[in-house]
């Protein structure tokens, strides 16, 4: 028997078919998910998918471990979807042998943005979407394996590791990873992990420094492999992910918690990496002073170039973005769209590198938001500062040489600012205008601030330690993102706190109080009581 349901895609809805009680349904960035009560007597559920105007020969069925018990509900995710319209179909077996089924109506799948350095045309790749098309279907023979609290240790891959084609099965997700590390086996590889999946869940699988490692056989290894969560919850917990020699990396949807030193670490050699929707949390305290929250929440480091960081909501983050370490040459990365919940600084901290920051929301800043030294470039528009304390910064001038200085020792960087919005800073001094919280001054500045997004910031501007100009970066170079790719400043609140961060902005609430979390930078012990104590929902995956 079936029949229709009506739906309101993202929130609550209630409809039966024969005792079948579907609850919520949505659609999101190029995957979809629906809910509905157990039903009685059931022993099994199927689900499948289809784009809304095909017919019904359409339909595809989705893995099994997609589908997932929680207390009241089961839920099931269809990912690698193209935007555009697609229905479910649940199919409920009973132990008799009879079934039943319920199709939905319409449900609409949005597009990823992808923009940005990592899918620059002068990039070595091109493209950051690792086993995915541009499109977001899956690439043709896409590999996927499920990551699950029960199967990290025991999920098997059969790996090429020689020129000769021959293949090794790999056990547990460490393995993988190393006979993947050979350089042989290039096939599209999508690892999706789902629920909670603690450091224990992950004992074996880790570096002894607490990372599961990506790594490719050398510097810029084509890869073609996507990392991702599944669903609103999946979260990695008491762990981190260190990259190395990729090439054609994605990293998304996942929320990660109390790692053991940085979040998600670029750390050598990596390009046309694109790190989006994630969640990142506060890390394991390290033994610096200035560690309590961890330390990097995603940095990009050591030749690691064409990088992507876009829609991640950093919560309370200490300090959010290391950009550049000990690199001595020009590297390009961009981030837009991140939500800078209450975090303390780095938003990025910028090292030689050309880098573009757009559309991003500094939402209650304690020290500072870009910082530039060393040279670096940073083109900064249409980004909303709200209540940050010194939204731009170059070392040894302008606003770090107020007191006894803020930031750094190191030479300093230059900043072209257009077009941004900035409500309640202690500090900002423009070379060319007065429209920072002081007189523009021409030596001794934070940022020059462009009247057209085009302008060229004349080489006159030089920084006072080291002598450095602009480069101009943003008018010389395939950006990866153009104007019509940017959100005017207004719009920027509202797209950020709806969109950055995991599906449906996950599993985990919070709400910062701005009267005192603006300017705090020491650690939210309730924020971390809460996060000691989080714990999945999920009861089982599969089918029943």
Not at 354 to 366: E, K
């Amino acid at each position: 028997m079936m029949k229709k349901w009506e739906t309101i895609t993202g929130t609550s809805i209630s409809a039966k078919a024969e005792g079948i009680s579907l609850t919520e349904s949505g659609g999101w960035f190029e995957s979809a998910y629906l809910k509905w009560k157990p039903v009685d007597k059931a022993v099994s559920y199927q689900v499948l998918v289809k784009s809304a105007g095909a017919g019904d020969p359409a339909y595809v069925q989705i893995d099994d471990t997609l589908i997932r018990k929680y207390p009241s509900y089961f839920r099931a995710d269809a990912l690698g979807l193209s935007a555009g319209q697609y229905t479910f179909k649940l199919e409920v077996n009973f132990a008799n042998g009879s079934s039943e089924t319920i199709v939905s109506e319409p449900i609409a799948v949005k597009a990823n943005s992808r923009t940005g350095f990592a899918f620059s045309g002068e990039s070595p790749s091109q493209t950051g979407s690792g086993a995915y098309e541009e499109n977001g279907a899956l690439k043709n023979g896409a590999q996927i394996v499920y990551i699950t609290a029960a199967t990290a240790k025991t999920v098997t891959l059969d790996v090429i590791i020689n020129n000769s084609g021959k293949k090794q099965t790999a056990t547990g997700i460490g393995e993988i990873m190393t006979l993947r590390q050979k350089g042989y086996d290039k096939t599209p590889l999508i690892i999706r992990f789902i629920g909670q999946i603690t450091g224990e869940d992950m004992s074996g699988q880790l570096n002894s420094s607490g990372y599961l490692q990506v790594k490719g056989k050398s510097a810029y290894t084509e890869m073609n492999m996507t990392l991702e969560g599944v669903g609103d919850d999946a979260t990695a917990y008491g762990w981190g992910i260190l990259v190395r020699n990729c090439k054609n990396l994605e990293i998304r949807n996942l929320g990660i918690m109390l790692f053991p030193d940085d979040g998600i670490s670029l750390d050598t050699s990596n390009c046309n990496v694109w790190i989006h929707h994630n969640d990142i949390f506060y890390g394991a305290a390290g033994s610096d002073a200035d560690q309590a929250k961890g330390d990097g929440s995603i940095d990009v480091k050591n030749a690691s170039t064409y990088v992507t960081v876009s829609y991640n909501h950093f919560w309370d983050s200490g300090k959010c973005s290391l950009c550049g370490m000990k690199d001595s040459e020009e590297f390009f990365v961009t981030y837009h769209h991140n939500w800078y919940d209450h975090s303390d600084s780095r938003h990025p901290r910028i090292r030689q590198a050309s880098v573009h920051i757009y559309n991003n929301y500094y939402d209650g800043i304690a020290k500072y938001g870009v910082g530039v030294t060393n040279g670096s470039s940073a083109f900064v528009e249409e980004n909303y500062f709200r209540h940050c304390k010194y939204p731009m910064m170059s070392s040894l001038q302008g606003t770090d040489t107020l007191g006894k200085g803020t930031f750094s020792s190191e030479n300093g960087g230059i900043i072209k600012a257009y077009h941004n919005r900035i409500e309640q800073a202690d500090s900002l001094i423009y070379a060319n205008t007065n429209h920072g919280t002081t007189s523009g001054n021409e030596t001794s500045f934070d940022a020059y601030e462009a009247s057209k997004r085009g302008e060229i910031v004349p080489a006159t501007y030089k920084t006072m330690a080291g002598n450095t100009s602009y480069n101009n970066f943003d008018t010389l170079k395939d950006l990866g993102a153009n104007q019509a790719d940017i959100d005017d400043v207004t719009a920027v609140e509202g797209i950020v706190t709806k969109d950055a961060g995991r599906m449906n902005q996950g599993d985990f609430t919070w709400k910062f109080n701005n009267e005192t979390d603006d300017t705090s930078y020491g650690l939210n012990s309730e924020l971390m009581s809460k996060i000691r104590n989080y714990k999945t929902q999920l009861i089982s995956v599969g089918v029943k």
